[in-house]
């Protein structure tokens, strides 16, 4: 086959660094499929976001391989969403929530052939992509979940703490925000693209805005959702005491959570969100503070995975 050039994106903090590794047992298995490729690997995700960038902009690869969990993803999708560059993924996070929704494997050598056979073959998954604006101008795509409320309040917890790490200091940030959550003042407008909308003003635990299924590392928070049908799935939480949050909120693990009476799905092509004081989230990186535009953008990511289910 022709010779073709792969970036692997590997972040040194992710997965206690099994991303550096990973990254480099894949790009050996690449050398020998006949593919050229370089690694970009960042002193933080800042510098791997402008090494990325700039390696992109100069190389002009046919495909980004995110090495890590879903904050690797992300940066690798703002490189390549809207592009003809296709992203891969080798899960080897903390939280591999995206993923586990586009079905790729975990072994870089079983990786590395996907990405071959697919480079190959030029057989890519289109995927749909979120993309979010926030009040201060901040625009961000994301292929999974957008939070605000509860989840971002953890996250801007968690992002505080130094101990402990991984999975532990989310869990950690859980049980400290459960102590003070309260409800807060949303007001939504959602279009489903019938030239109709639906308003929401009122307190809520959270809203979770999603292109994929899960987030936060297992959480199945909108489990009908498809990153594919061109819709977003728009989970809204009502006010409840801390009790009853206390008893819904393990429940969406399972996904079980959107059987409740509290629990309101909807579905949009576009939705605005504000609340005050509050932030918003895309698959688990910090994009700015409410109000924000979120809209879906059909097919703007070619994935090198299987075709979906």
Not at 143 to 160: I, K, P, Q
Not at 200 to 208: D, E, H, N, Q, R
Request: proline fraction near 6%; aromatic fraction near 6%.
């Amino acid at each position: 086959m022709t010779s073709a050039t792969v970036v692997l994106l590997a972040n040194p903090a992710s997965g206690r660094g099994r991303s550096v590794k990973a990254a480099n047992a894949m790009a050996d298995r690449l050398h020998t499929r006949g593919l050229t490729t370089r690694i970009v690997c960042g002193t933080s995700a800042g510098d791997a976001q402008a090494q990325l960038a700039d390696v992109v902009f100069e190389c002009k690869p046919q495909a980004v391989v995110a090495c890590g969990g879903d904050g690797t993803v992300s940066m690798a999708l703002q490189a390549v969403a809207g592009t003809s560059i296709a992203l891969g993924i080798l899960p080897v996070g903390t939280g591999n929530d995206n993923a586990t929704a586009l079905g790729v494997p975990s072994d870089p050598r079983a990786a590395a052939d996907l990405v071959a056979d697919v480079l190959r073959t030029q057989e890519f998954v289109e995927v749909d992509a979120g993309r979010v604006t926030a009040f201060d101008g901040v625009t961000r795509w994301f292929l999974g979940v957008l939070s605000s409320g509860f989840d971002s309040s953890v996250n801007e917890r968690a992002n505080t703490m130094s101990w402990p790490s991984g999975q532990a200091r989310y869990i950690a940030a859980i049980v400290g925000e459960l102590r003070v959550f309260r409800a807060i003042d949303y007001t939504l407008v959602i279009d489903a693209g019938l030239a109709t909308q639906t308003r929401i003003s009122k307190p809520g635990m959270l809203v979770a805005v999603a292109n994929g299924p899960q987030y936060g590392g297992g959480m199945k928070v909108a489990p009908a959702a498809r990153m594919d049908d061109g819709q977003l799935d728009v989970i809204f939480l009502d006010e409840l005491t801390t009790p009853t949050f206390l008893r819904v909120f393990p429940t969406v693990y399972a996904g079980t959570h959107i059987r409740r009476p509290e629990v309101h799905q909807l579905r949009a092509t576009t939705i605005s969100i504000d609340a005050p004081g509050q932030t918003v989230y895309a698959d688990g990186e910090r994009v700015g503070p409410l109000p924000a535009q979120i809209e879906i953008v059909r097919r703007t990511v070619r994935v090198m995975t299987r075709p979906l289910p």
